[in-house]
């Protein structure tokens, strides 16, 4: 069982920066892999980043490569996304997941509860 809490969210104006944290539970953190996801009003989930358990793979969304940065410190079971130059598009409540499996779609065995991100122009 993990339980995962998210914070870090905010408004910010665009350009700006955002550091997102998810703290685990569990003494099993570091055998899972991470995600990010995130939802617009009225939109799906969509896959934001995601690190395999000892993040040595890393994914990225094609719309925030070069932007946001995913990492991971199993010491302190706790996932990042740190987020530069953000945009009015990255307006969303963000979650973060883990699953065994690394994978790109929002089939993640767990989630945590979310944080608003809000970008204004």
């Known amino acids: 069982q993990v339980q995962l809490v998210e914070s870090g969210g905010g408004l910010v104006q665009a350009g700006g920066s955002l550091r997102l944290s998810c703290a685990a539970s569990?003494?099993?953190?570091?055998?899972?892999?991470m995600g990010w996801f995130r939802q617009a009003p009225g939109k799906e989930r969509e896959f934001v980043a995601g690190l395999s358990w000892s993040g040595g793979r890393i994914l990225y969304a094609e719309s925030v490569k070069g932007r946001f940065t995913i990492s991971r410190d199993n010491d302190k079971n706790t996932v990042y996304l740190q987020m530069n130059n953000l945009k009015p598009e990255d307006t969303a409540v963000y979650y973060c997941?883990?699953?065994?499996?690394?994978?790109?779609?929002?089939?993640?065995?767990?989630w945590g509860q979310g944080t608003q991100v809000t970008v204004s122009s």
């Open positions: 569990g003494r099993t953190f570091s055998r899972y892999a």
């Open positions: 997941a883990a699953d065994t499996q690394l994978l790109l779609t929002p089939e993640y065995e767990y």
